[in-house]
């Protein structure tokens, strides 16, 4: 499966940007997909993820409550909408796919457990 992110940024802190990530070249619904980001200096981090159904969906403890992520397999697209930004969410962002069975219920929180990964998206939160 090959990923495109788009929807990076530069915001205001407490605005909203969203990322979305189209796929394409197999059955968008027998992929997991998740966030991540990468600041500059530092380790590339889990944001979010959300199974192949859809039904379940986890989140880093840094943007709970903040960040929302989401799939229209209509469109083969998964979204991660961003509210109330921070400095500390400034990264490049990244969306990654790992092969499940079809409306797997499962979602994966670890780099190493994604097979496929977009080229990322800048996101810039500064006044």
């Known amino acids: 499966v090959q990923l495109q992110a788009c929807g990076g940024g530069l915001v205001q802190p407490g605005g909203s940007l969203r990322l979305s990530c189209a796929a394409s070249g197999r059955t968008f619904s027998s992929y997991t997909y998740g966030w991540f980001r990468q600041a500059p200096g530092k380790e590339r981090e889990f944001v979010a993820a959300i199974s192949a159904n859809g039904g379940s969906t986890y989140y880093a403890d840094s943007v709970k409550g903040r960040f929302t992520i989401s799939r229209d397999n209509a469109k083969d697209t998964v979204y991660l909408q961003m509210n109330s930004l921070k400095p500390e969410d400034t990264a490049i962002y990244y969306c990654?796919?790992?092969?499940?069975?079809?409306?797997?219920?499962?979602?994966?929180?670890?780099?190493?457990?994604?097979?496929?990964w977009g080229q990322g998206t800048p996101v810039t939160v500064s006044s």
């Open positions: 990654a796919a790992r092969a499940v069975p079809p409306y797997s219920n499962s979602y994966y929180t670890t780099s190493a457990m994604y097979g496929y």
